[in-house]
């Protein structure tokens, strides 16, 4: 089965500009996930989605970050502006549901640089 | 709400070594624990999970971890690393029904 997919898979952009990710999760899986991984720390939960209806998002920074999933199936995750402690690893991972039964399939990451 | 701690930021072992990953998690009636291997330039793959029954998970890669409950640990060995075990290392909990909450990762470097 085809993983995770996200593109791209790098970016760099100065602050104050505007940036999207997209995220295909594997083909069924209900629950999609966008984390934020800053150099040296653990991935943190940025908003979960079960289908295209928002599960978690109280650690996105409303502000300038925003994502959706449209039809339940893909995922853009946009920042704007961008600052430069927004420079992280962003995560997408998906599960068909039953975290305990089948686990996160993550995807290889998006790495933005803001300078 | 439960949380992990990982307590060595980096741990450094000479090839065919034996190794230990240290977690400690915070206590609560049920915990559902979680090791996640990240190579550079990569996601994470999950390398073993801890649900109920037997407090010795084995994983890929010979590793293995032990669920000790009266020290709320969750350790991560391996008898004897390979270069190829070069990685950070994550131990993570659920919270709530469906998300997983991760350390702060453990770069494990292996020197020939």
């Known amino acids: 089965e085809a993983g995770v997919a996200q593109s791209p898979r790098y970016k760099i952009i100065e602050k104050r500009q505007s940036v999207a990710f997209w995220c295909n999760p594997i083909s069924g899986h209900a629950t999609l996930y966008w984390y934020q991984q800053i150099l040296g720390q653990g991935p943190k939960l940025l908003i979960q989605?079960?289908?295209?209806?928002?599960?978690?998002d109280s650690q996105l920074p409303k502000d300038r970050f925003s994502a959706e999933r449209l039809k339940g199936v893909d995922s853009t995750l946009k920042i704007q502006p961008a600052k430069l402690e927004d420079s992280a690893v962003y995560l997408c991972?998906?599960?068909?549901?039953?975290?305990?039964?089948?686990?996160?399939?993550f995807g290889s990451g998006t790495r933005l640089t803001v300078v | 709400a439960q949380s992990v701690t990982q307590l060595d930021s980096q741990v450094p072992v000479f090839e065919e070594a034996p190794v230990e990953l240290r977690c400690n998690y915070s206590?609560?009636?049920?915990?559902?624990l979680f090791w996640y291997v990240q190579y550079p330039n990569q996601g994470l793959q999950l390398l073993l999970k801890?649900?109920?029954?037997?407090?010795l998970v084995k994983g890929i890669n010979g590793f293995e971890a032990e669920f000790n409950k009266s020290q709320t640990s969750f350790h991560l060995r391996k008898p004897s690393v390979h270069i190829s075990d070069t990685a950070e290392y994550f131990c993570?909990?659920?919270?709530?029904?469906?998300?997983?909450?991760f350390g702060q990762g453990t770069r494990l470097t292996i020197n020939p």
């Open positions: 993570a909990v659920i919270q709530g029904a469906q998300k997983l909450v």
């Open positions: 989605f079960q289908n295209n209806g928002v599960v978690d």
């Open positions: 991972a998906s599960s068909p549901g039953g975290l305990l039964n089948y686990g996160y399939t």
């Open positions: 206590s609560s009636v049920s915990v559902y």
């Open positions: 801890y649900l109920s029954g037997s407090t």
